[in-house]
């Protein structure tokens, strides 16, 4: 989508294009109808002045926050008033691009209601929260605990006398901290308290806590709630209100424990339902699966300035060509670039994927069948540690890319960076998140001979053929068969699973042999986690892509498989199903791969469709008409606002005319 000036410094580069760029921005969004959705409110954004993020990076902490829920204010009015669906509202929040207490009421109040709410406290609860007259966060985390769950330790101890439960925290530690939302707009928190009833601890369970006066926002009595403090990098996720919480013994009724999962009656007995209690964790698994999709369009707008700008920039040349070559010429670049690429659109199409996968786990969950709930949460929890980890370095890396300009905020990418890398803690810290998915691996495999594995675990069935036979490959091209492939990744993944479990089999089964052994469950949770993204792209882009468009995929896919194998090679040759030699071929295999993709190269990022406002960078403008821009910008920062610097009389003029130190100088 053209934004700019008119003129396009890089219509060079998108002549050279060999694919249909329209059918590949309506892949990417989804469908047609995504696709109408998403220009549409890409405009409307844009074209709205309350939503400009100009200056977000130089604005004071209280200035950033007080814009922000100035933004999310209008956001809301703005759906009210132009009677938005509810897709088109989250695709305005999209664009809208800042984190904002909203997330956590949508994201995470609301579906933690939806799934351990009875329906009694659903229709009580959610009519307001869908119509904001309450604000809510999920207030889990706390100063002493966030990964351990079952650690938590604020209490909610059933009082029969009064039929209410005690809120309290009971330790400094016990306070509750991180909760976005919290800080400063919530009137309501989602609560994980240990529940008492009776002097018996049942472990944690979820409470509807009022924290704020509905009449003028002053906390209630006995609550102490605020901000954390500023967070990483300017801008960023400061937008956030991350807030703590303290309960000292508030009240609040019975009715406000969500009993779907467990009851407390009213004399006091508590009943567990015969739902597993992980349903418990139900909102963390919706954001997780929701993360994988999200990290392809942080990925993908990184990708995208850092490709144009690539192609915009000259330095040196060789005696065979005049002038200065575009940088992206050179292969180092495009060893570092394309395979971001390639991942972007793999990311994008595992994300499709998981919609579908969560879409039948809660069908299921509906039909009370539970069966596939523990792939479920591998799945989610192992691609949201790969997925958030590959772009939070990635960002990272095209920042790199784009040389000193880069780290300059007009890039775009220090507050795109700042705003994602979160995401590696939040949600579950990312190595915790793989420790689960080797749990589960050591689980399936422990049972291979009685259970057949299913889904993306399936290959596990296949272990002793996958732990004999070698890979086949004896030149290049042979690599360029998407079932040698995923052979590969799946031997490579079945044989570190099979290797780590053999070694925890062969010991005594203690805490302290699994400890010993967590980097190895992480590399072989890791392996697996690659398999299911190598797989499924190569899935995705088998059943029913567009003609026009087919092509330019299968280049990304073997893009992204070779760069796995490549960068994972060490892996692969350890467990010795492929040689030194076969690396070396896959290597010139992706060699061959870059140059498919370099004349698509803008092309391909055009395809992602985002609009200059939306990337924010001097660098990844759509026109490429980058030094006119990063000249312009600089008279925008306020240093600038005065030709002589403020301080100028106080600090610099006597350093320049009083030669304070020339005495003592022994220069
Ligand atoms: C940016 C967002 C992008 C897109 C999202 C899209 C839509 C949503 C929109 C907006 C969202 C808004 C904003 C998001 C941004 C930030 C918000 C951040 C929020 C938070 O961070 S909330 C707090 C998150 N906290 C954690 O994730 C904690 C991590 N810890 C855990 O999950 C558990 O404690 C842990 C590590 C799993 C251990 O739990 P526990 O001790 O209870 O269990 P065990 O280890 O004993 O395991 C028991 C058994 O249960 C299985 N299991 C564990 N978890 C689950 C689960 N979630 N589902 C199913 N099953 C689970 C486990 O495997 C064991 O099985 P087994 O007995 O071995 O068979
Ligand atoms: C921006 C942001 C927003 C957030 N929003 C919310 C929110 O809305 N609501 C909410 O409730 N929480 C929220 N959180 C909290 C977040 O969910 C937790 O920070 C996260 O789950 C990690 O927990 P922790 O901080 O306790 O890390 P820790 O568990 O203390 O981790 C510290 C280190 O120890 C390692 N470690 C810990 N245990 C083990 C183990 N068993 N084996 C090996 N290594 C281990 C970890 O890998 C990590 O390297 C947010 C956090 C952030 C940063």
Not at 20 to 37: N, P, S, T
Request: hydrophobic share 40%.
């Amino acid at each position: 989508m053209q934004d700019g000036n008119g003129l396009d410094h890089l219509a060079g580069e998108r002549a050279m294009a060999q694919f249909d760029l329209q059918a590949m921005k309506v892949y990417l969004a989804g469908g047609q109808r995504e696709y109408e959705i998403s220009t549409k409110m890409a405009q409307l954004v844009a074209n709205d002045p309350v939503f400009s993020k100009e200056d977000r990076v130089r604005l004071a902490r209280k200035d950033l926050y007080k814009n922000s829920l100035r933004k999310a204010g209008h956001a809301w009015k703005t759906i009210l008033e132009k009677g938005l669906s509810e897709v088109e509202g989250l695709k305005l929040r999209h664009f809208v691009d800042e984190p904002t207490y909203t997330d956590l009421h949508w994201g995470m109040f609301i579906p933690a209601i939806k799934g351990q709410g009875t329906e009694e406290q659903q229709h009580k609860w959610l009519p307001l929260a869908y119509k904001m007259a309450i604000i809510g966060c999920y207030a889990q985390t706390e100063l002493g605990h966030g990964s351990n769950v079952q650690g938590l330790e604020t209490t909610a101890t059933f009082d029969p006398t009064t039929d209410e439960f005690i809120m309290h925290s009971p330790t400094v530690t016990s306070t509750k901290w991180w909760p976005g939302g919290l800080g400063k707009a919530s009137t309501h928190a989602l609560v994980y308290a240990r529940l008492i009833t009776d002097k018996k601890d049942h472990g944690i369970h979820a409470f509807i806590a009022p924290i704020r006066s509905l009449e003028d926002h002053t906390p209630l009595p006995n609550v102490t709630v605020g901000d954390i403090g500023v967070k990483f990098g300017n801008g960023g996720y400061n937008t956030m209100d991350n807030g703590f919480l303290r309960f000292d013994h508030v009240r609040i009724p019975r009715e406000n424990m969500l009993m779907r999962l467990a009851t407390v009656t009213k004399d006091g007995k508590y009943v567990r339902s015969n739902k597993p209690r992980q349903l418990g964790y139900g909102a963390m698994v919706f954001v997780r699966q929701g993360i994988v999709i999200d990290a392809s369009i942080y990925l993908s707008r990184a990708v995208t300035i850092a490709v144009r700008y690539s192609a915009v920039r000259r330095q040196f040349g060789n005696k065979d060509e005049p002038g200065e070559l575009q940088v992206i010429q050179y292969r180092t670049q495009q060893s570092r670039l394309f395979p971001l690429l390639a991942t972007a659109y793999a990311y994008r199409a595992v994300g499709f994927w998981m919609k579908s996968l969560y879409a039948d786990v809660m069908k299921r969950l509906n039909d009370n069948d539970f069966s596939t709930l523990p792939e479920v949460h591998a799945c989610t929890a192992g691609l949201k540690s790969i997925t958030t980890s590959v772009t939070a370095d990635g960002i990272e890396e095209c920042r790199k890319l784009c040389g000193g300009h880069g780290f300059l905020c007009a890039s775009g990418l220090p507050e795109l960076y700042a705003a994602y890398v979160p995401a590696c803690t939040y949600e579950g810290d990312n190595t915790i998140l793989l420790l689960q998915v080797a749990r589960f691996l050591l689980k399936t495999l422990s049972q291979v001979s009685k259970v057949r594995p299913v889904g993306t675990a399936a290959y596990l069935g296949n272990i002793k053929q996958l732990s004999t036979q070698n890979c086949k490959v004896s030149q290049g091209h042979d690599w360029l068969n998407t079932s040698v492939l995923l052979e590969a990744f799946e031997a490579r993944s079945a044989r570190q699973a099979a290797a780590v479990a053999l070694r925890l089999a062969k010991g005594s089964g203690s805490e302290a042999e699994f400890q010993e052994n967590t980097p190895e469950l992480v590399e072989s949770a890791r392996a697996h986690c690659q398999l299911i993204l190598v797989s499924k792209f190569i899935e995705q882009l088998q059943t029913g892509t567009p003609e026009g468009i087919r092509k330019q995929l299968e280049v990304l896919c073997y893009t992204y498989a070779f760069s796995q194998l490549i960068d994972n090679a060490g892996d692969f040759l350890a467990t010795g199903y492929v040689t030194g030699n076969q690396i070396a071929l896959a290597k010139e295999e992706l060699k061959h791969m870059f140059d498919k993709i370099r004349p698509n190269a803008v092309a391909l990022v055009d395809a992602f469709d985002h609009t200059d406002d939306y990337l924010g960078s001097a660098l990844g403008r759509y026109d490429g008409d980058v030094y006119t821009h990063l000249y312009k910008g600089a008279f925008k920062e306020s240093l600038n606002d005065t030709v002589v610097v403020d301080g100028y009389e106080e600090y610099l003029k006597p350093v320049l005319t009083q030669n304070l130190w020339a005495p003592h100088s022994k220069l």
